[in-house]
C-alpha cells in the first residue's frame, strides 16, 4: 500500500510539476492511506484539531433544534429529509438525531437522515456510531446516487456540511507584480524533496486594475473551483428548503486584501499550526479558508436567496434564545455553558466561523 508521499512523487515523475489541487487531494484523500482515511481520532483534543462537534453534544442540538423550525415550516417528514455531507466520524449525526428522538419524537419517526459519503472508510466509522439510529439514517456517495434512490425527486428539507469546504482542494496564484501578471503554484521535486514550483498558469483574472496596482510581489491567494462546484450542485439539487454550511471563510473583499500577502492555507498537527503545507503529505491537515462571495454568487445563480450570512456566534445565539423559551435544551448546567462559551467567545469559534444559509421557498 502506497503512502500520499510515494504517489505524489511517481505522479511528479511521470506528469511534471502537480498543481497544489492536486497536491492536496492525494494527501488528504488518497484512499486507504489519506490524512482523513487512516484515523478518524485525528478529529479531537487528542488530535491534530478540534472542531465544534467536538467541544459537546450542544451544538449539534441547537442545529436540531434549528432544523426542526425549518423542517416544520415546510411540511415537516416524511416530505423533509436533512441531508449531511462530511459527516467524518458521524458524531454530529448522532447529537441531531438524539436530540430528534428526545425532544421531537414524532418528526424522528419519520425523519430520513442522508450522508453524503463517498469514502468507504469513513462510512464505516460512520455506521458503527450510528447504529441505534439505523432505521433513520441512510448512505449515498454523491447527489447523483441520492437524487436516484429518491426516485428522481428533489431534496426537500435541509442540506448541510459544518468544516467540509475548507478542505475541498485549492489552486494556488501568486501575483507577478514585474510583469502585472498571475502565475499559478504548483509542486515538484528537487534534490528528493518536495518543492513550490512555478506553473505557466495566466488564466487566473481575479481582482480589477484598481487593486492590483497595490497588491504586493508575490502576493499569493487560493481559490477552490471544487467548493464552488460542490455548493452550485447542492443548490440544483434543492427543490424547497435550506442550504447551509458552518466554516472558516471570507468575502472576495476580505480575500483581495494588500494586507494578506501569503492566503489562508494552513497546516494543522498536534494542535500546532504551519506554513510548511509540503512537509508531511497524509501526516498533516491542509486546510484554506472559503470563499463565502462564490458560494452566494452560485447559490442566487441556481435561485437561491441568501437568507443569512453571519458569524457561528450570532447564528447559534440567536438559536439558543428561542431553544431555551421552548424548553428545548433539557437542564442547563457548567459543562453545557463551557460549550457554549467555546462554540460563540471570538477568540474561541466564535467569530472564526461563518455560517451562510440560502433558501428556496418552492
Not at 430528534?100 to 419524537?105: A, D, E, N, T, V
Not at 472508510?121 to 447527489?143: G, M, S
Not at 450542485?233 to 447551509?244: C, I, T, V
Not at 472559503?290 to 452566494?296: E, I, P, R, T
Amino acid at each position: 500500500m502506497k503512502m500520499p508521499n510515494e504517489l505524489i512523487r511517481e505522479e511528479i515523475c511521470k506528469k511534471g510539476v502537480l498543481t497544489f489541487a492536486r497536491f492536496m487531494e492525494l494527501a488528504l484523500y488518497c484512499p486507504e492511506t489519506g490524512y482523513y482515511e487512516t484515523d478518524m481520532a485525528k478529529v479531537g483534543r487528542g488530535g491534530d484539531f478540534i472542531t465544534s462537534v467536538t467541544v459537546g453534544p450542544l451544538f449539534g442540538e441547537l442545529l436540531a433544534f434549528q432544523f426542526a423550525e425549518w423542517l416544520e415550516a415546510s411540511g415537516g417528514p416524511p416530505e423533509g429529509v436533512l441531508v449531511e455531507a462530511g459527516a467524518h466520524d458521524g458524531r454530529l449525526a448522532a447529537d441531531l438525531l438524539a436530540w430528534f428522538r428526545g425532544h421531537h419524537p414524532e418528526c424522528f419517526r419519520e425523519l430520513k437522515y442522508w450522508i453524503l459519503e463517498p469514502s468507504l472508510t469513513r462510512r464505516r466509522w460512520q455506521q458503527a456510531t450510528l447504529q441505534e439510529f439505523a432505521t433513520n439514517v441512510c448512505w449515498a456517495a454523491d447527489f447523483s446516487e441520492l437524487t436516484a434512490a429518491a426516485g428522481g425527486e428533489k431534496i426537500q428539507g435541509v442540506i448541510f456540511s459544518n468544516e467540509l469546504l475548507d478542505a475541498f482542494p485549492v489552486h494556488r496564484y501568486g501575483w507577478d507584480k514585474a510583469r502585472t501578471e498571475w502565475f499559478e503554484w504548483g509542486v515538484g521535486v528537487e534534490g528528493g524533496r518536495l518543492v513550490w514550483a512555478r506553473l505557466d498558469n495566466q488564466d487566473f483574472h481575479p481582482a480589477g486594475a484598481d487593486l492590483l496596482a497595490v497588491l504586493p510581489d508575490g502576493y499569493t491567494v487560493e481559490t477552490s473551483p471544487a467548493a464552488s462546484s460542490w455548493w452550485r450542485e447542492a443548490a440544483s439539487r434543492l427543490g424547497r428548503g435550506r442550504l447551509l454550511t458552518i466554516d472558516y471563510g471570507l468575502t472576495a473583499e476580505e480575500i483581495f486584501s494588500p494586507s494578506r500577502c501569503q492566503g489562508t492555507l494552513r497546516a494543522y498537527s498536534r494542535h500546532r499550526v504551519t506554513d510548511d503545507l509540503l512537509a508531511d503529505p497524509g501526516g498533516q491537515d491542509l486546510t484554506a479558508h472559503v470563499d463565502f462571495s462564490a458560494l452566494q454568487n452560485g447559490g442566487s445563480a441556481l435561485g437561491l436567496t441568501t437568507e443569512s450570512f453571519s458569524t457561528q456566534a450570532k447564528f447559534l445565539t440567536t438559536i439558543l434564545g428561542r431553544a431555551q423559551a421552548a424548553g428545548a435544551l433539557g437542564s442547563w448546567d457548567r459543562a453545557r455553558t463551557r460549550q457554549f462559551q467555546t462554540l460563540t467567545h471570538p477568540e474561541h469559534f466564535g467569530r472564526a466561523f461563518r455560517v451562510l444559509v440560502q433558501n428556496r421557498a418552492a
